[in-house]
């Protein structure tokens, strides 16, 4: 418990936005489970896992059309609001909407040139899933980076709302509405995915403080200016590191694989639930106790944080084991087929948890590069390990791939932590070093 009235990590901040963004994420995850046991009923493993790669694909190539400057905004709005420089918050913002929204949509406008002048037809199967790709590129980009505007001016849990809680919401209303007409395709889940996904982001707009009338100071702030590469590395290796095996069994395997793959990922991510919710509530926190040099306030927050967040994960990665099979059975007829790899990919959750926070002290301290790095050699591991597993074992080589690799970027970040801050993460020696 927090009683000392003047102590950093007291509830007021951090505490309450990681109630706030509990309840997104609660809201988030039972509508997102709604969600896809809706569309892998009507889909079937395969048009499921059609539509499933379609999705993987637009958010890894969306990755680098953000610049990295969603990481940029979480970190330096955080310190220029607790500068009180308002004319920062308004430069930051105003520049990274315009480098964003002209990256994304001059790399959808000659994409969708490409499809027009290639062998794939509007009219057909493969040709509306690719223009969906194409279509969901920049609404991706654009949303990662409104997230991390609201988030960085305070809105943690606001932040996490267009994502988590408006698109699937859309995504399950238009698809209920599209069931009492026709049977759903893979197209038609596509398309439905993107007018979701847009309809997000406008409502996501409508959350976003008017920063010209931000009380505060008026003198200029500049745009820090050697963040680009290693910002858009890290944006890249970490959303590669999420959807490359999704990619992987579409090379390798087929369209059934990945949908039971996704159904199995999604299912074993919620064991690090509890870690990611306290993730995106202590980001600004951390930011600002670094830029103010609070080092051992820093450590205390860690410490007193990630204990929490172990019990919860433990307690769900239990059930999941325990109960997998049933839970499974949820999405329909053949998904059940895929516990093995549940059990494999909910024991590599458990071991990121055990990390604690390290992503979010390195790239909330300036050390990017570090996670970027990580996440990019992880993501080679994963590319070379599934390319040897996945022929002969599929959906469970996949699983055994993406275990491993997590295991030794937990590894590796933890250790850089460690060395670049001085800070332990594991959740006993958090407390040992505090102490």
Known sequence: MFRDKDDPTRPTGWREGAIGTAGVKIAGMLLAFTTSVVLAN???????????????????????????????????LAAAVAADDRSRVHVLRRAVDRSVAGVSFATSLAASVLLLLGPWPLTSHLGVLLWGVALLLPVCALLRTQQACIQGLGGVAAGQMPQLVVLPLAVLLLTTLFLTIEPLTAPAAVLIYVSAAVTAWLVGRRWLPRTETMPGRTPGGAIPGRVAGPLILLAVAGTAHDQLPMVMLGALADARSVGLYDVARRTASLPSFALVVLSISLAPRIAELHTTGRKTDLARLVARAAPPALIVSLAVGAVLIACGESILSFFGEGFDAVYPSLVILTFGQLVYVLGGFAVPLLNMTGHDADVAWSFLGAGALNAGLSMVLVPPFAVEGAAVATTVSLGATTLFLTARVSRRLHIGVWPVRARQRVS
């Open 42 to 76: 009507a889909l079937g493993p395969k048009a499921y896992g059609d539509f499933a790669l379609v999705v993987s694909l637009a958010l890894l190539l969306g990755a680098p059309l953000a610049l990295g400057l969603d990481i940029l905004l979480v970190r330096e």
